[in-house]
Each structure stands twice: as structure tokens, then as C-alpha cells.
């Protein structure tokens, strides 16, 4: 049975997200990802300007003359979703926690996949692997997908993204589509990254929340790691303990990006004190716009 809450959350979201991919997404999806490889259509006669490697001898020593094979795009791709489900997602300071951003965020890239006839699959981890749910096709599958996300009663606190990626080479035997939503506060991925970078086309989704980046002042404050539950007491009063907090914090997130673009990874960041709408939108014309140069 599943939680009426849930039921109410995950209507929202469906309703939300699939009228985004409408009127949003769903040209700049279909331009910006293409299909992988080359699918057999016909055979024609020879014409000028053919590649001779194109040429099918035994059809042309029958029919005494050039037959050359016609291949056409496969447009149909495999969509997966890889989801950071560790306790961390919990945060959120706004208008939604890090775990409903990446629901939603989530369920608008499935919702532009399947309106394009694409397969959806979910990983979602902590630091082991939580939820496997294979590729398939059509909305009734999507809501699954969603709901597993949303859902999600994580048996881990920690974050393990490699695991998530070596995961992801094991259930996408094929080159795929692969959103990776994540806050990326973890260690020891970059060669996990790498390996499936060169795999599938990966792009990294990077969840934030305003505290991720800046310290209010509140005076003495005690604050939880929700991964490990370790606590410590801040003062938050002193400029010094907020700026030191502020260039630690810039620092990991310009490492995280420079990998990015070390890697040639198409990314984007949403935030959760932000529409997360812009810089999808952003993404994916930045990909079409590539495509068709």
C-alpha cells in the first residue's frame, strides 16, 4: 500500500514535470540526444557519390549491377536515471529538500524520454546500491521510476558514487543517456567518473542548497552530519569561522566542475532556492545547438 503523502506528492510531480517536458524540454530533448548507432533500412541501386563501403556484393552479383545497404539513425535510446539517495539529500533550506529536487528533476528528464519513445531505468545508492529498476518504456513505468525516487527509504547515510557508476556499466550493457543526480559530496569517484564517461553519456545533474555554500549567522550553533551523524559546535558569529566555511565550500565545487569539464561532461547545477526548469532547458539546447553545427 503505498502512503497517501506519497500518492499527493507523486501526482504533483507527474502533473508538474510532464507539462514541462510539453512545453519545455521536448524539442531541445529530441534534437539534443540522439540515438546510438545505425539501424538496416533497404537496399538501392549504386548512385554517384555513394561509399563504395556501403556497396552489398551479394545483392549486386545477383542483380548484375551496384546495391548499395541504406542504413537510418536509431533514434530510440536507453535513459538512466542515477540517484544519490543518501541521507545528505535529506537538506534543504528552501522551497524543497535536495530528495525533492532530484524527484522532480528526475522525473522531467523520464517524462521527455518516453515522449520520444526512449527506455527509462533507475539506480539509486547511498554507499551501497539501494534500487535497480530495469530500462522499459511508457508512463505507467516512468510513475514507478518516480516513486521509487521519491520513495526512497535508503538502508545507507553515506554516499558512494562510484559504486552507483561501476553499477551503471553493469546494467547499461549498451552506450546510454545518463543523468547522475547527485549533491557530489564524496570522495574517490573521479576514475568511476572517467570509466563511464567513455561508456555512456553521462551528465551530471549537481543538486545545491544555499547552506551548502554559505554559513548564517546564528551564534553557537550545532550541526549534524547527516551522513554520519557526527556533530560539532560552530560559532557561526564569527566572520572568520563563516568565511573559511564559504572558501572551502567554493573550492570543492570549482574541483567538481573543473573534473567536469576535464572529462567533456555536459552538466548543469540546480538549486534548491531556484527553478530548476532554466538551467535544464539551458542544457539541452546547449547539446542540440552542438548537434546541429
Known sequence: MIPKELLKALRKIEITTNRLANEQLSGNYTSGFKGQGLAFREVRQYQPGDDIRTIDWNVSARMHEAYVKVFVEEREMTVMLLVDVSASKNFGTH???KARV??????????????????????????RIEKIVPPQKGQKHVLRVIREIL???PQGTGTDLATGLHTLAKVARRRSVAFCLSDFFCSDYERALSLAS???DLIPILIADPRDEQL????????????SGQEVLVDTSDPKVRAHYARAMMDQRNQQLRLFKKLGLDHCVVRTDRPYISPLRELFARRAKRVHR
Open 95 to 97: 522551497t524543497a529538500s
Open 102 to 127: 532530484a524527484a522532480e528533476v528526475g522525473a522531467l528528464c523520464a517524462f521527455s524520454a518516453i515522449k520520444n519513445n526512449d527506455r527509462v531505468g533507475l539506480i539509486s545508492f547511498s554507499d
Open 151 to 153: 520513495g526512497a527509504q
Open 198 to 200: 567513455a561508456r555512456h
Open 216 to 227: 548564517p549567522d546564528v551564534g553557537l550553533a550545532t550541526f549534524e552530519d547527516l551522513e
